[in-house]
């Protein structure tokens, strides 16, 4: 596995790294197989955060006797220095070390960025708990574009967290700004949620670009590490087939398509926004039409009890119409 440095953090990483948001389906056992296996194979960058659940306790738990193996980094949405102390107390205890490589201000927006960098925001608690050890490097994790444009002019950002993959190239000339001042930028979402599903392509597709300093895919199972470690380490030029396989992704898809972040949630009639959207996906897309119904008929509360309420649409990073999608996965599924 080919090693890359983070930007100004200096920290030395594998170009491929571990998305920790799967392993909240997995089990404890499972993940210290995982993390073993990870490190047999050359990955040592591990991302997760606060709101994922169990996956800081998974992580911590199967590090036991190898943390010095990996770089670790996590995030939290705390916008206040109180919540923030607590914050990385927590994930101490969670990831059972006494420092965490580095420590993300996790998809604020610009209010929000305001607040963080205000007197008793955030960022005092992260300064406070770098001069102390407990943390190494700062960054920040953006969904909005007004957002990572102004992070590249905070002098505290380390490093830049940011969806790019194949469909979502609305910040390639904002990455090349992140090489000029040596912020290290890490890829989140290379499979747009799930919506991409050729891995090994997209993965082709963003390490070609050399301004991605590591890419981070979701995994919860040896075959999928081992898929996307070989991936990774094609370094060949990406072939005329699979640009053109890259080109039609990018026209079925575009611009308007649920990324499964689940910001949108909670919906206040109780809707799987994302869910909907998947399952309508594979009915559209990949004449899947009988296992897509029947997987839509799982669904507790279908896309016709929406009441147009709107309250998703604020919450969208995305900037989705949410309320007209979902009107057309009701017309298209029929409740």
Not at 116 to 134: C, D, P, T, Y
Request: hydrophobic share 35%; proline share 4%; glycine share 8%.
């Amino acid at each position: 596995m080919k090693n890359v440095i983070l930007g100004k953090t200096g920290l030395k990483i594998s170009r491929l790294g571990f998305g920790g948001i799967p392993i909240q389906q997995s089990d404890a056992e499972k993940v210290k197989k995982l993390m073993k296996f990870m490190m047999e194979k050359g990955i040592n960058y591990i991302d997760t955060a606060r709101g994922y659940t169990v996956s800081e306790s998974y992580i911590g738990e199967a590090l036991k006797g190898i943390r010095d193996h990996f770089v670790l980094a996590t995030k939290s949405m705390a916008r206040t220095k109180e919540a923030m102390e607590k914050d990385i107390n927590i994930s101490l205890s969670n990831l059972q070390t006494d420092y965490i490589d580095l420590y993300q201000v996790h998809n604020p927006s610009m209010e929000q960025l305001d607040a963080v960098m205000a007197e008793g925001g955030a960022l005092e608690a992260l300064q406070e708990a770098k001069k102390a050890g407990k943390i190494g490097h700062i960054g920040l994790t953006a969904h909005s574009v007004e957002v990572f444009e102004r992070a590249l002019e905070l002098e505290w950002v380390e490093t830049l967290m940011f969806p790019y993959n194949i469909v979502e190239n609305q910040v390639e000339h904002l990455m090349e700004k992140c090489k000029e001042k040596n912020i290290g930028f890490i890829c989140m979402k290379p499979l747009a949620g799930g919506a991409i599903e050729d891995p090994r392509l997209a993965l082709r597709f963003i390490c070609s670009n050399p301004n991605v300093t590591v890419v981070i895919p979701g995994m919860h199972t040896q075959e999928e590490v081992e898929q996307n470690t070989e991936a990774a380490a094609d370094e060949s030029p990406l072939t005329e087939e699979e640009l053109h396989e890259a080109e039609r992704i990018r026209s079925e898809l575009g611009n308007n398509f649920c990324r499964r972040c689940n910001y949108c949630a909670p919906c206040t009639q109780g809707i799987n926004i994302p869910s909907v959207f998947l399952f309508e996906g594979y009915l559209k897309r990949y004449n899947l039409e009988a296992w897509a119904r029947e997987r839509y008929g799982t669904l507790k509360v279908k896309a016709g009890a929406c009441i147009q309420c709107g309250d998703c649409e604020t919450r969208c990073p995305y900037h989705l119409p949410i309320r007209e999608m979902m009107k057309r996965s009701a017309e298209e599924f029929g409740e």
